[in-house]
């Protein structure tokens, strides 16, 4: 199993980045797929989540209506849009994957496969 991350850079706050994570070795399409952050010194934070088979996404009060993930399953590739950044946006962002879960596809301990991460700084 494989997800390569990309997208980051540095933005000024107002603006938008679109990260993208490609993936492969698993059924894409059945699986969640989600966008985590964790900046130093601070817990990870679950930011974006997708559930393939249904297309149902979840966003917590941080990024909604700001942050739109979407799954392009013929790509094997999830997007996140990020509008409206801003500095405390700044870290480093993980895209994940995992099987679907009984504790449903909000649940972090339910993504077992995780990428590479890509920076994002947002200047001020």
């Known amino acids: 199993v494989q997800l390569q991350a990309s997208g980051g850079g540095l933005v000024q706050s107002g603006g938008s980045l679109r990260l993208s994570c490609a993936a492969s070795g698993f059924t894409f399409y059945t699986y969640n797929i989600a966008w985590f952050r964790q900046a130093p010194g601070k817990k990870r934070e679950g930011i974006s989540f997708?559930?393939?088979?249904?297309?149902?996404?979840y966003y917590p009060d941080s990024v909604k209506g700001r942050f739109t993930i979407s799954s392009e399953n013929a790509k094997n590739t999830v997007y996140l849009q990020m509008n409206s950044l801003k500095p405390e946006d700044t870290t480093v962002y993980y895209c994940?994957?995992?099987?679907?879960?009984?504790?449903?596809?909000?649940?972090?301990?339910?993504?077992?496969?995780w990428g590479q991460g890509t920076l994002v700084t947002v200047s001020s």
């Open positions: 994940a994957a995992g099987p679907p879960h009984v504790y449903g596809f909000k649940y972090v301990g339910g993504y077992e496969y």
């Open positions: 997708i559930r393939n088979s249904d297309g149902t996404t």
